[in-house]
Nanobody
Framework: QVQLVESGGGLVQPGGSLRLSCAASGFTFSRYAMSWYRQAPGKERELVAVISRFGSTTNYTDSVKGRFTISRDNAKNTVYLQMNSLKPEDTAVYYC????????WGQGTQVTVSS
């Protein structure tokens, strides 16, 4: 069964940085592109970043371009999201998943950007 465990969230001031990690199991990690999503209170889940199977291609939603970097380590079955220059509007629960998404989703990791 697919298992996704996100970590690394927390409370950070505007302009700060966080690095999220997602440990994946239950599928052959290197066979799938991976994504980070986020869901803010009262809003739908939003696709934030995508990375190809071996990391050669990445894509980002416009609001995080130039600030967030997605990466992966296939030897560790882990995908990362480096978040710099954080803004209050980045506050959300962050989730990772394979592409296409699998169920169940992980518990996510809360990111709160506030002074």
């Amino acid at each position: 069964q697919v298992q996704l465990v996100e970590s690394g969230g927390g409370l950070v001031q505007p302009g700060g940085s966080l690095r999220l990690s997602c440990a994946a199991s239950g599928f052959t990690f290197s066979r799938y592109a991976m994504s980070w999503y986020r869901q803010a209170p009262g809003k739908e889940r939003e696709l934030v970043a995508v990375i190809s199977r071996f990391g050669s291609t990445t894509n980002y939603t416009d609001s995080v371009k130039g600030r967030f970097t997605i990466s992966r380590d296939n030897a560790k079955n882990t995908v990362y999201l480096q978040m710099n220059s954080l803004k209050p509007e980045d506050t959300a629960v962050y989730y990772c998943n394979k592409r296409p998404p699998a169920s169940p989703w992980g518990q996510g990791t809360q990111v709160t950007v506030s002074s």
